[in-house]
């Protein structure tokens, strides 16, 4: 089951890909299409290296291999360093083939060997596959 921060970020995207947003997201034709919600978790101090990390080479690379940035957030009261974020993928499969060629780009390796000179930045990944009902604006 969906923890609650889950459910209010499903909502924000909601809000956020509506036709009202200039994202025609709302009116996808593909039934396969899946969500994935990601939470980081980073090791002490690390938090602000992950996110530059996300806003200058990970957003950028995600875009160039197919992955729908959805939206990014940490969480107000963030005792924990979570990033939490959303992507979106015209079906699971298409998600295995952006991933292993995301993985595979020498501009991320490059960006994620620089990034972690000091120390790994993410101790735990969590994630959760979705699938729009037929009632939902987004699917």
Known sequence: MLKETHCLFLLLAAV????VAGLDFARADEKNRVFEIRTY????????????????????????????????WVPT???????????????????GKAWKAFIADPDWKKA?????????????????????????KIK
């Open 16 to 19: 956020f890909c509506s036709p």
């Open 41 to 72: 978790y980073a090791n002490e101090g690390k938090l602000d290296a992950l996110l530059a990390r996300f806003q200058d080479h990970t957003v950028a690379l995600f875009k160039k291999h197919g992955i729908t940035n959805i939206g990014y």
């Open 77 to 95: 009261d963030n005792k924990e360093n979570k990033l939490i974020y959303m992507l979106a993928y015209p079906s699971r499969e298409a998600r």
């Open 112 to 136: 994620y060997k620089e990034s972690t000179r000091e120390g790994k930045l993410v101790k735990r990944v969590v994630n959760d596959f979705l699938a729009g009902t037929d009632f939902s």
